[in-house]
Antibody
């Protein structure tokens, strides 16, 4: 079965760090474009970061310089390292795959909740 | 403020047809980039509904259709059903911002 499972969310103080993981099964993440998309409570979807199959990485302006996307091909796992966290980073973070049609997110994980609060 | 603009809510009675608009600009939809649509129920992950402006993934009923013209796109749902009640998001690519989403539209089935 093709699926994505996120973990690593939790409660963190402003200025703190957190590392999210997304384990893929049924396909190879290094052969696909993989993104992180977040959704603040009661709000819409916001694209956060993307890693190409070739390894190039891209970030939304709101997280640039603070978040780092990476992957471990041997573990078929995607990561999001989040530093200097702010209250406005509070959201459910989903990993998502762009499949055969680029820029269309065809597989989504269930998400992991990140709460930034003192 | 989302890059793509959607109406906050739409509603319709069972069996009716509803449309949800998605307005962009010359740096995204108007530049020729494809539009996708997602359906999301509360507490669940979004589901791809339409890709490449008007294509349905396997398993999506043909009651759902997409179109695009100029700097805008639309999602149409015909034969409205109670379980269509959900949030709907459009998404595209922006030449300055990469992947972008609309603010979402809540569909209420009356």
């Amino acid at each position: 079965e093709v699926q994505l499972v996120e973990s690593g969310g939790g409660l963190v103080q402003p200025g703190g760090s957190l590392r999210l993981s997304c384990v893929a099964s049924g396909f190879t993440i290094s052969s696909n474009y993989m993104s992180w998309v977040r959704q603040a409570p009661g709000k819409g979807l916001e694209w956060v970061s993307l890693i190409y199959s070739g390894g190039n990485t891209y970030y939304a302006d709101s997280v640039k310089g603070r978040f780092t996307i990476s992957r471990d091909n041997s573990k078929n796992t995607l990561f999001l390292q989040m530093n200097s966290l702010r209250p406005e980073d509070t959201a459910v973070y989903h990993c998502a795959r762009e499949g055969d049609h680029r820029q269309a997110f065809d597989i989504w994980g269930q998400g992991t909740m990140v709460t930034v609060s003192s | 403020q989302s890059v793509l603009t959607q109406p906050p809510s739409v509603s319709g009675a069972p069996g009716q047809r509803v449309t949800i608009s998605c307005t962009g600009s010359r740096s995204n939809i108007g530049a020729g980039y494809d539009v996708q649509w997602y359906q999301q129920f509360p507490g669940t992950a979004p589901k791809l509904l339409i890709y490449g402006n008007n294509n349905r993934p396997s398993g999506v009923p043909d009651r759902f259709s997409g179109s695009k013209s100029g700097t805008s796109a639309s999602l149409a749902i015909t034969g409205l059903q109670a379980d269509d009640e959900a949030d709907y998001y459009c998404q595209s690519y922006d030449s300055s911002l990469s992947r972008v989403f609309g603010g979402g539209t809540k569909l209420t089935v009356l």
